[in-house]
C-alpha cells in the first residue's frame, strides 16, 4: 500500500522536472467567470468596435485568464481566447463547474496531477493528453486521469475544442510505460545526490543512512511512503521480476537471515543499483547482474506507478 503524504520543503535543490517535468508554458488562469447578462460578446480586443469572435450566453463560464484592464476581462470560452466587458462577468478565484477541454502542453515531457494545488503527486500525465476540465483553482486545473481527481498547473494547459473520451484513454495507455521510466529516472538521478554519503545503522537521511533508511528517505522525496525495514518493505508496491527491471524500482537481498530481506537498494539500470552499504559504509552503485549481489539477490518492487 502506498500513501502520499504532503511534501515537506527539500533542503536540496534537484532539477525542476521533479515539480513539472516541463518547460513550454501557456498563459495562466487568473479564476472562473460567470455570465450574467443575456448573452456577452466574446471580441478579438478590448474594444467595443473590435472584432466579435463569437455571444456566449447567460450563466455559461469563461476562464479569466488575466485580472481586469481598464474594463475588460481577457478571457477564454472553448477553444476561443479574446475580451470581454467586465461590468457583465461575476469573477471568482476557483470554482467547480465544467470549463471544456484542455491538452497537456509540456513539449514532450510528463505533468504531475496532484492531490491539490502544489500538493502531492498522484500520476504523471503525458504530453499532448485532452482532459476535461472540471474546475479552476488559483490557477489549477481539477481534473480527472487514470481514475484519480486532482489538480494540474494551468501554465501548461492549453483550451481545445471538445474530443471523445476515448481518444483521452488511448493516449493515457500508449504512454503509461514512459511515464513510468520518466519519474524512475527521476528517482535515480535524485538518489545518485546522497552518494558517498555515510552508512549509519538506524539512520534515516539525509547526511547519514542505513540501507532501509536510504530507500524509504529517496522515495519519500516523491511522495510514496515506505515501510521502515528492508523485509518489511517487501510489502510496499507490486512484485516486479528481474528480466522486467526499470530504474526506480527497490531490489532486495538476503544474507544469513530468517527475515525475508536483509538488504535494500535502488535499481538505477545497467545491471546496477544504488544503495547505502553496510560493507562499503557508504551511499554507493553496486553491481546486480554480477558478484556478490547476484548471488543473493530474491526479488524487487515497483513503487513509483
Known amino acids: 500500500m502506498q500513501i502520499r503524504p504532503v511534501l515537506p520543503k527539500r533542503a536540496l535543490t534537484f532539477t525542476a ?6 518547460v513550454s508554458a501557456a498563459a495562466a488562469s487568473f479564476g472562473v467567470g460567470t455570465v450574467t447578462a ?3 460578446r466574446l471580441r478579438a480586443e478590448a474594444s467595443t468596435s473590435s472584432k466579435i469572435l463569437l455571444s456566449v ?31 457583465y462577468l461575476s469573477v471568482a ?19 504531475r496531477l496532484r492531490s491539490a494545488p502544489g500538493g502531492t503527486i498522484l500520476a504523471n500525465i503525458p504530453h499532448n493528453t485532452t482532459l476535461k ?16 481527481t486532482g489538480y494540474v498547473s494551468s501554465d501548461y494547459i492549453v483550451l481545445t475544442d471538445a474530443v471523445s473520451a476515448s481518444t483521452s484513454e488511448e ?4 504512454s503509461a510505460a514512459a511515464s513510468i521510466s520518466t519519474i524512475g529516472s527521476d528517482i535515480v538521478a535524485y ?13 534515516n537521511g539525509p547526511s547519514t543512512f542505513d540501507c532501509s533508511g536510504f530507500t524509504k528517505y529517496i522515495m519519500a522525496h516523491f511522495g510514496y511512503t515506505l515501510n521502515r525495514t528492508a523485509s518489511a518493505q517487501l510489502s510496499n508496491g507490486s512484485s516486479v521480476s528481474y528480466s522486467n527491471l526499470q530504474p526506480g524500482d527497490l531490489v532486495f537481498f538476503k544474507n544469513n537471515t530468517s527475515k525475508a530481506a536483509s538488504h535494500v ?17 557508504t551511499v554507493m552503485i553496486s553491481s546486480l547482474s554480477s558478484g556478490w549481489y547476484k548471488g543473493i539477490y530474491v526479488g524487487a518492487r515497483r513503487i513509483a506507478q
Open 17 to 22: 522536472a521533479l515539480l513539472l517535468c516541463g
Open 38 to 40: 443575456s448573452s456577452l
Open 57 to 87: 450566453p447567460k450563466n455559461a463560464s469563461v476562464v479569466v485568464l488575466d485580472d481586469e484592464t481598464s474594463g475588460w476581462y481577457h478571457v477564454s470560452y472553448g477553444s476561443s481566447t479574446g475580451y470581454m466587458y467586465a461590468d
Open 93 to 111: 478565484t476557483a470554482a467547480e463547474t465544467e470549463l471544456g477541454y484542455g491538452r497537456v502542453n509540456t513539449s514532450g515531457s510528463v505533468l
Open 133 to 148: 476540465l472540471e474546475g479552476l483553482s488559483d490557477g489549477w486545473y481539477k481534473v480527472t486521469y487514470g481514475g484519480k
Open 171 to 174: 493516449a493515457e495507455v500508449a
Open 191 to 203: 538518489a545518485k545526490n546522497f552518494l558517498g554519503c555515510k552508512y549509519v545503522y538506524g539512520a
Open 265 to 281: 537498494g535502488i535499481y538505477i539500470g545497467s545491471g546496477k543499483f544504488i544503495h547505502a552499504s553496510s560493507t562499503g559504509r
